[in-house]
Each structure stands twice: as C-alpha cells, then as structure tokens.
C-alpha cells in the first residue's frame, strides 16, 4: 500500500461485490480498527460439513500490533460469523458490540471454548478514543434488534458506516435516530459506506408492522395446525410470531437449531418477552388439539436438510403434512432458491397443506434494508462529500452510486471497489490508490482448526462432485454469442447417459448468455451469471454441486481479453 504516514486508509477485505463476509478497515498511523467480522455461506448453509466462506485475514495478521479493536454494528452472521476464525489466526484484544450482538458473540465463543477476547458492550450514547480516531454511533432500524452506524472521526475527516439499515416508521423494535443522523450530516461526512442490499429495489421498504397485522390476520384465521418457516436471523419476526402464538393461545413447537438459539438469545436479552410454558417439546406438543399448535421452524429457502424440507418430504423425526395444516413461508427467496422452495411449495401443497407466500397479495414478509427511497434520506440526511456503497453484489453497488447520483454525488465521487482496494483519506479528499491481499478463504464447518485453502477445498470438492466446463464463443465488440455454449463434463455424471441433462444445462446455458450480454457485461459478471444460473439448476437436477467453470473465448481479442479468458474456477 503506498501512503503517506499522515493519511487515513480504508480498505474492505469482505463485503464487495457479495452480500457476505463484511469486514471494513480503517488505519491510521499505528492504529487499525476492523469494523464487522462476518462470514459468507458457501452455496447452500444447511449441507452437512458445508464450508463457510471467510476474507484472507493475513494482512491484519502481519499488522497484528496495530489492530487495536473490532466494532460491531449488529449481530447478523455476514457481520459476526467471522470472529471466531478471525481468534485463530491472530491476535484479537477487544470487540466493541452492542447487547444483543455482544450475546450472540459471547454464545459463539463459549460454544468453541475461547475466552481470551475482552467484549466491550456500546449503545447510542458511548464515546470511545481509540489512539487518534474518536468513535461514536446512531441507532438503526433493521430486521434484529441492537442495529447500529457508526461515526469514525480521523485526523483526516469523518468515515461514517451505517451499517445494515432500512428507515420503518412504523418498526417493531427502536426507531433509528434520524435527528442525530442529520446533526452528523450538518457537522460533515467526508465519506460515507452505506447498505447496497435493496439498491435495486425502487421506493420504500414495507413495514414491519404491515406484517404484523398480516400475520396476526393469519393466526385469527386458521383454525387448523399453523406451520410458518422464517429465517431465524429475523430476529424481530420471530419475536411477533412467537408473540402472536401467545395471543391467540397455542404451544410452539421450534425445530431447527439456529432458530432455538436465537429464541434463547432473545429472550434472555428480554427481547421475546413470553411465559415459559409457551414452548413445549415436540412430544408434548403433538398430543395437544392441532388449533393450539404452531410450528416455528427453519428452511424457508428450500435448504434441503433444514427442518421443513424435511417436514415436506415426509421424513421429518417428529411430524408430517396433514390435510388442512397452513404452512406459511414468512420470507422471500433470496435469488437462486426460488427452484428448491418450488419444489417444497408443490410436495406440501400435493400432501394437502394450505400453502401462504410472500405475495403482492399479501404483507408475510418485508426486508430489512432500505430500498432506493430509504437510501436517498441516508444520502440527503449525511450528504457526504464522498460514497461508497458496500455490502452489495457488484451490479447493487453500482445501481446505489446512481442513486447517490440522483442526489448530488456525482459519479466520479463514488467508489465501487473490490475487496482489497484501499481508499486514501487525505485531508477531506478521498481517492483510491493501491490494494492490501484480499481473497475467499474456505473453512470446513467441521474442522474448527481447519483453514483450508481455496485448492485444497477445489480438490476435495472435485472429487465428490466433479466439475462442469460450459464453453461459450463470444464476439465482445458486438456482444452477440457465437455459437451455442459447448458443456463438458468430468466426474460430475456420464454424458453418454444424461443427455437430456446435457442439453437443458445447454439451453439454461445460451439462456443465460442471451440475458447478460443485453447487460454489456465484463467477463467477470458473465462466469458469474453462469455459476448463478448452471450450478442451482444442476444441483436441483442431481443434488451435486460440480465446481462450474466457465471458458469465455471471445472471437476479437485483444491483450487484456486473452487474459479474462482463463478458466477460473
Ligand atoms: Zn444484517
Ligand atoms: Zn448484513
């Protein structure tokens, strides 16, 4: 990195270009401070020995001395999921957090036996000086409760990070402190990173509490078995379903373990405030009349060994579908799921279920991020000289600095960067110059010890799942596809006797291909978009994830082209 000693850098080694793994840095002199330390789900979270996905932590290993804290800004896994990896390889003095975070962090550590972490509980009101950089925070509204931004006062100007938020006039839990934002705003935001989740999505995030009154509609009117599947990281929906349960008297049953441990987390912090004798055991709950039972589970994105899939399957421990149950998926598929969740949707409907989605018919579900609409009052409340939109794939990112540009940032005042690019901080002025190392490094969920690399983990995953090369021919001038894309496969199934298999994987394929090039894409979005559309469709098709690689041969090539076309895997 070239800088010189006086300025303030700022760097990602997670969090662009994906929605995951989010870990922020900002150095100053012999001062790091690491915000969030979160981990990303490789393909599908709930696969037996599944590999989480984590950023390379050797650049803050090798300036171990100057890390001098970790902030987090809510409890979600993309935030916290990292830290316990973060503890093996290197040395980590103290986490600033806030409650419900800081219990969710403490659960973790003691889960894996680590102790040697002082955890440093923050809410709007604390001030900390860490050597030359004061810190301070504002409330936010997000889908858990303890959601924060945070001010970072440098020599150099003020970097100010939202965190995930979305603005609800109506929320569930506390409302975010829009004063105190525009008061940070008037005193002057040199650059602001904020949630690219939504920034896609054109006007304003529903309520959470349009689904309360939809989900309150749904106990008063099912007078059979209630079965509703949700993420247990919604932390705030799970409080109204499980408060609703109280109000219209049934027992809750809760299956899937994520789900059980943040119900406890929750109502030890006093966030979930019901009677004890609400939850019972599944023995117990299923000898009760099926009007007073609820199911609370996890798999509302179609994991295929999560607690309702199972449930749709019939081979579900403890329950299977019968005629007349309601079962209502209180969440959206995040994109790439949509197939799976299909798939369950048709097995509980076939099995005699009343199925409820998320619908413009219906209010089941909302987002936790601020849509185009929420991200404009962010920008107009902090009117930052510089942008950069974090916490996005590349195209959100992208879509966010328009945003930006709507009201008044101009676009050479945005910074859509990967992970490792570093941002120099000069006296107000912001650029970009330089990169620290930053990769994907896979951890098997089994190992605790084991940090495997990228080709350790290729080589494994080879071998159980085989690998699919898809060929396509492109004219890059003129972005049309040049022949229909060719599929090559080794050790994933014989070719001989899938053809069929083949050929639809060849259609998905020039689909897929005729879609994004309308995009004028680079060749990093265009393997991306095959890897999104090949490997769910052949997963759903044989339940194998083959390593996908695609081969881009464009027909004009120039230096940089040949370079692009490398296979990468
Ligand atoms: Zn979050
Ligand atoms: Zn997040």
Redesign the pocket.
């Known amino acids: 990195m070239k800088k010189r000693n006086t300025d303030t850098a700022l760097y990602c080694l997670g969090g662009l270009g994906e929605v995951g793994k989010n870990s922020y840095c900002i150095e100053h002199e012999n001062t790091i401070i690491l915000i969030d330390a979160g981990v990303k789900f490789a393909g599908d979270d709930s696969l037996p020995g599944i590999d989480y996905v984590i950023p390379d932590y050797t650049y803050l290993k090798e300036n171990n001395d100057k890390l001098k804290g970790l902030f987090i800004t809510?409890g979600?896994e993309?935030?916290i999921g990292g830290i316990t990896f973060l503890m093996q390889i290197l040395n980590l003095e103290v986490i600033y957090a806030p409650k419900l975070a800081a219990s969710l962090i403490r659960k973790k550590l003691n889960e894996k036996k680590m102790s040697n972490v002082k955890i440093v509980e923050f809410d709007n009101s604390s001030e900390f000086k860490i050597d030359k950089i004061k810190v301070s925070f504002f409330r936010q509204t997000?889908?858990?409760p303890d959601?924060y931004g945070i001010v970072f006062t440098t020599p150099n100007g003020t970097i100010v990070t939202t965190g995930?938020f979305k603005f609800d006039l109506t929320p569930v839990g506390d409302m975010s402190e829009i004063q105190k934002m525009a008061m940070i705003g008037k005193k002057g935001v040199d650059l602001l990173l904020s949630d690219s989740t939504n920034s896609e999505v054109s006007g304003f995030t529903m309520s959470e509490a349009d689904v309360s009154e939809s989900i309150n509609d749904i106990f008063r009117n099912t007078k059979h078995r209630l079965i509703i599947a949700t993420f247990a990281s919604n932390v705030f929906r799970v409080q109204q379903i499980v408060e609703a349960a109280q109000r219209f008297h049934r027992k809750v049953i809760v299956f899937g373990r994520s789900m059980e441990n943040i119900i406890n987390v929750a109502r030890e912090s006093g966030i979930i405030k019901v009677r004890d004798d609400l939850f019972v055991n599944p023995n117990v709950g299923l000898t009760l009349p099926l009007e007073q039972v609820l199911i609370l589970c996890t798999g509302s994105q179609g994991e295929p060994l999560a607690a309702l899939s199972r449930i749709a399957n019939g081979s579900h421990k403890f329950i299977k579908i019968i005629p007349n149950d309601t079962v209502v998926f209180s969440s959206s598929p995040i994109p790439g799921n949509a197939l799976s969740i299909n798939h369950i949707v048709n097995k509980l409907a076939k099995s005699g279920a009343k199925v409820i989605t998320n619908s413009v018919l219906n209010s089941i579900h909302t987002s936790?991020h601020a849509s185009q609409g929420e991200q404009k009052l962010m920008l107009q409340l902090m009117t930052p000289k510089y942008f950069f939109p974090v916490h996005g794939e590349y195209r959100m990112l992208k879509a966010h600095a328009k945003t930006a540009e709507q009201v008044g940032i101009p676009l050479d005042h945005s910074f859509i960067l990967s992970n490792g690019d570093v941002l120099i901080l000069r006296k107000h002025e912001v650029f970009a110059q330089g990169r620290v190392q930053s990769d994907d490094i896979y951890v098997d969920g089994n190992d605790v010890s084991g940090l495997s690399t990228k080709v350790i983990r290729d080589r494994v995953h080879l071998a159980n799942n085989g690998l699919v090369a898809i060929l396509v021919a492109i004219n890059p001038a003129t972005n049309k596809l040049l022949s229909k894309p060719q599929i090559i496969s080794r050790g994933f199934v014989y070719m001989k006797e899938n053809q069929d298999l083949i050929n639809e994987t060849q259609v998905l394929a020039e689909k897929t291909m005729k879609n994004i090039l309308k995009t004028d894409p680079n060749f990093k979005i265009i393997k991306e978009s095959l890897k999104n559309s090949i490997g769910p469709f052949l997963y759903h098709k044989t339940h194998r994830n083959p390593i996908i690689i695609p081969l881009i041969i464009a027909k004009t090539t120039n230096t940089k082209e040949k370079e692009n076309a490398k296979p990468n895997a």
């Open positions: 809510h979600h993309d935030h997000h889908s858990i959601a995930d936790g």
